[in-house]
């Protein structure tokens, strides 16, 4: 007979004794079993004693986790959370220096647990913390000419455990003087060639910035980007991972109208050519986290250009109409302009107006209104401005060729660029925040300190080819613009390296191409509409959804890396799950408002709710992990699986399905229905002879 399901076989453990095997009662409160295992082995005040898992984590055994207390699992007796956090309390203050780092080393590691940690603050640690560091390096100056390396791993420990333990969210960051942000930014700086302290104060930084807006402002006075760009220029890809974090932090947080001015002061320092010399092109693999923070700068970067995307271009401003002179002087040359008085003012706005319509403005006699729509804005005018000056050949060649054709069939630049321009915007998604799961980032973006214009040029010049391969006409602009995306975004998938490569992409993605792959795309994806095709789908179905369920599953038990949204570790029996809720009604992100507006964060979120009010808070990866549970956990409880991923792989696996029972049948007509029964023979005087 099976043991009852409240009852858990574990082996417990006590320095000196033999471990003891012992059945635990999880209906019986913890303090009780404390108690019989303290009884057993003769020692008094059980109230100072706790239970910890045995294994790397030693974390505390408390009534909220005893739950993840597994059939065979080794516990260890030891001392209670409160007594432990009052000893390492007075033991990290030891005179002794071998006593005080071994402190702080067991310190480190205990306060990964939520449970000590709580305790420890109780305590007042986190202020001896920062008074050990503010201090620390006068106190131990001498010490740490005759005894550099112990005074790094004093200085390396005392900077984990305080990471440790703010990473438990119990402390406010808005708590910290000025002397103790002083001390951090310095060891930027002074302990270079020591890769934890490095790392840990790095780590310090960032949260200090995206967790305080007092300590951004704090932190922006005491470190400077000049003082980051070394660490970038190192082999640990840690550590530039961290760097680019504090980089990113500063510029997330830095006020609109400062914003632009960091961005100067990153191209004075050439940090997009470090960051393609030294990450990019190192010749080592770029781990999720580099990936995911050289994505965040990408989107930030972009986002500079949210400001001009959304400006209204004033008809009235001069300024902004001379470029478009200046558009129109560079196509028709300066020499065909009538500057001298001789010209009648009306020849003047008549040649204008002509060239106008050459250029492809929607406006001939104004184009200044073509620009008064937001998205894309000035924007839209910049690129053109850009194209015009620093690939002349091909704009001139661009606007005299359409305007040598018959009007239906000429590509209007104008509104080809505007519309073009707009469309960039949305791939890339200027103007929105950088999702916290994402590590799509582009190498080609960081080849270029005009990375968006250049962009611009290649796809404008895509866009007049595939034109003209579709022998396109004014009505048909919108179905260009369609095939142009698709082409764009088929040779982003590819990632390219360079931006010469990602026009050598799209040299291989002509219109006859994209025809090609969605004739293919069709065929792979063929939907048999026929009745005996349609009765036999539904036959298979109920066994291609069961594959697919028990996949999931299988990957529910594989696990999942997912990103840690906050510092409680919590295992839920599956038993105890009543529901999985996604996106806006997920609770992390009714709690979080700056993640309510991206969109990004809100389609990879969901929630597992269990008990009365108990939760656990995940974002996927990915769309495609997200998914995988979201449809795993559907499975658990019984409901269906609706994800696009699930509808993806039945109409993948049914076509493959019927295309192997139909094999036998190639060539051969499938009629839609049935052949017609015969007429009864006249008699049943017949044998059928098997032999």
């Not at 640990?236 to 991972?241: A, H, L």
């Not at 470029?323 to 008085?341: K, M, Q, T, V, Y």
């Not at 080609?444 to 391969?469: A, V």
């Not at 038993?575 to 993640?595: F, R």
Request: with cysteine.
């Amino acid at each position: 007979m099976p043991p009852p399901a409240d009852i858990v076989k574990v082996a417990i453990e006590w320095p000196g004794a033999f471990p003891k095997l012992m059945e635990i009662d999880q209906k019986k409160p913890l303090s009780s079993i404390i108690k019989e295992v303290c009884d057993g082995w003769s020692l008094a005040n059980h109230d100072q004693f706790a239970l910890q898992h045995a294994d790397s984590s030693n974390f505390y055994i408390t009534e909220k986790n005893r739950n993840e207390i597994k059939n065979g699992a080794i516990l260890r007796l030891t001392t209670s959370p409160a007594q432990n956090a009052q000893q390492l309390h007075e033991r990290i203050q030891s005179s002794s220096m071998d006593a005080k780092l071994e402190a702080l080393k067991d310190l480190a590691n205990y306060s990964r647990d939520v449970t000590f940690a709580q305790e420890f603050i109780n305590l007042d640690g986190i202020s001896l913390l920062t008074q050990m560091v503010e201090s620390g390096t006068e106190r131990y100056q001498k010490l740490q000419k005759i005894m550099k390396p112990c005074f790094g791993d004093m200085l390396s420990f005392t900077l984990t455990a305080f990471v440790e333990l703010m990473d438990h969210g119990i402390v406010s960051w808005d708590t910290f003087s000025v002397a103790f942000i002083k001390k951090i930014a310095s060891y930027v700086n002074k302990f270079a060639s020591d890769i934890s302290i490095l790392q840990r104060s790095l780590a310090i930084l960032e949260s200090m910035v995206l967790n305080s807006h007092d300590l951004y402002q704090k932190v922006a006075q005491e470190i400077t980007i000049g003082q980051l760009i070394p660490h970038l220029q190192g082999t640990d890809q840690e550590i530039q991972t961290y760097t680019i974090a504090v980089i990113n932090a500063l510029f997330l947080k830095a006020p609109d109208d400062k914003r632009q001015e960091m961005a100067n002061i990153l191209a004075q320092k050439q940090l997009r050519s470090i960051i393609l010399t030294h990450v990019i092109r190192a010749q080592r693999a770029i781990n999720n986290e580099m990936a995911h923070q050289l994505y965040v700068l990408q989107v930030l970067t972009f986002n500079l250009l949210e400001d001009r995307m959304m400006t209204k271009m004033d008809p009235q401003d001069q300024a902004q109409r001379d470029i478009i002179f200046e558009l129109r002087r560079i196509a028709f040359d300066a020499e065909s302009e009538p500057n001298n008085s001789s010209g009648s003012m009306e020849k003047r706005k008549s040649m204008y107006t002509r060239d106008y319509k050459k250029l492809g403005f929607i406006n001939h006699v104004n184009p200044a209104m073509d620009f008064t729509q937001t998205p894309p804005g000035m924007l839209a005018l910049d690129n053109m401005l850009y194209f015009a000056k620093h690939h002349q050949d091909a704009y001139i060649r661009i606007v005299l060729e359409n305007s040598s054709r018959e009007d239906k069939h000429e590509c209007p630049f104008g509104r080809s660029s505007i519309e073009l321009t707009k469309m960039l915007c949305e791939i890339l998604k200027v103007g929105e925040l950088p999702s916290e799961t994402c590590n799509d980032f582009h190498p080609m973006f960081f080849t270029h300190d005009r990375s968006f214009e250049e962009f611009f040029c290649i796809c404008i010049q895509l866009l007049n080819k595939t034109w003209k391969e579709m022998r396109a006409t004014s009505e048909d602009f919108n179905k260009v613009m369609q095939v142009v995306k698709e082409q764009i975004m088929r040779a982003l998938t590819t990632k390219p390296s360079s931006l010469d490569q990602f026009k050598s992409k799209l040299q291989n993605l002509s219109y006859t191409e994209i025809l090609k792959i969605r004739q293919s795309e069709r065929m792979n994806q063929e939907d048999f509409q026929s009745r005996p095709i349609l009765e036999l789908k539904e036959k298979i179905q109920p066994e291609i959804l069961e594959l697919i369920k028990q996949q999931r599953l299988n990957r529910l038990v594989e696990g999942t890396c997912f990103r840690k949204l906050n510092s409680r570790r919590r295992q839920v029996p599956v038993a105890d799950i009543k529901a999985v809720v996604t996106g806006k009604d997920c609770p992390h992100m009714k709690e979080k408002g700056a993640l309510k507006q991206n969109k990004e964060v809100l389609e990879l979120a969901f929630s597992i709710l269990y008990d009365s009010s108990g939760q656990l808070n995940f974002i996927a990866p990915d769309k495609h992990e997200y998914c995988v549970w979201t449809d795993g956990l559907n499975a658990l409880l019984g409901k269906d699986m609706l994800s696009d991923l699930t509808r993806n792989d039945l109409d993948t696996l049914l076509s493959m399905e019927i295309k192997l029972r139909l094999l036998d049948l190639e060539n051969i007509q499938i009629p839609d229905a049935p052949p017609p029964i015969p007429k009864e023979p006249s008699n049943y005087n017949f044998v059928y002879d098997c032999n």
